[in-house]
């Protein structure tokens, strides 16, 4: 059977019974306004490029590169762009990887002077909203050796915490008639090394 809360039993209860007062009121609205305030700082700073660069590959814009088979030189071209708010100094690019050692980031020059394969060499500032194009020059030492898995060319920025590492992915080339995806290095070291896959 169901009781039911008698007339006089609902005039005597408060009806703000449980309410937040005056100051509690003001105190969790400060609260929620410094909240506010900080995840907005923490936005912005992360859009800055302050904490971390802001520094990515456009996806509109066109590379190269170029294999010489005489040396066994691979050259690829690397555009980076400043997203962020403030310049970074980028002090360098690439590394070696499996079957690659890195040559610099810099025209292949001497016996390719006719290249057309160029670029901003380190050190330089990228200001924000700049687009740079570099090069990343490697000497295949072992073409088996060379990864067919995504091998993506650091991009190294002083800032104010230290230098900073930002990892560029370049996107697989399609190759054949069933457009095959192959990553970048591996496709230019069977230029280089006259492999052809099935």
């Known amino acids: 059977m169901t009781e039911w809360v008698s007339d006089d039993v609902w005039r005597r209860l408060d009806p703000r019974a449980g309410a937040l007062n005056r100051t509690q009121r003001r105190r969790l609205t400060w609260s929620a306004a410094a909240g506010a305030v900080v995840i907005a700082a923490a936005v912005l700073l992360d859009l800055s490029g302050l904490i971390h660069p802001r520094i990515t ?52 020059g001497g016996p390719n002077k006719n290249s057309e394969i160029a670029g901003a060499q380190p050190p330089f500032d990228l200001h924000p909203d700049q ?12 073409c088996a050796a060379v990864s067919s898995s ?25 190759r054949g008639r069933s457009f095959t995806s192959i990553e970048w290095q591996r496709d230019m070291a069977n230029d280089v090394c006259g492999i052809h896959p099935a």
């Open 131 to 142: 687009t740079v194009t570099m090069v990343v020059i490697y000497k295949i030492t072992d």
């Open 150 to 174: 995504p091998f993506a060319v650091p991009v190294r920025v002083d800032s104010l915490w230290g230098t900073q590492t930002v990892s560029i992915a370049l996107p697989p080339v399609y």
């Open 57 to 108: 590959m456009p996806a509109d814009r066109a590379d190269g590169g170029a294999a010489y088979k005489d040396t066994q030189i691979i050259a690829r071209q690397i555009v980076v762009h400043n997203d962020g708010w403030t310049t970074v100094h980028v002090t360098g690019i690439g590394q070696d990887g499996p079957g690659l050692r890195l040559l610099g980031p810099a025209d292949p």
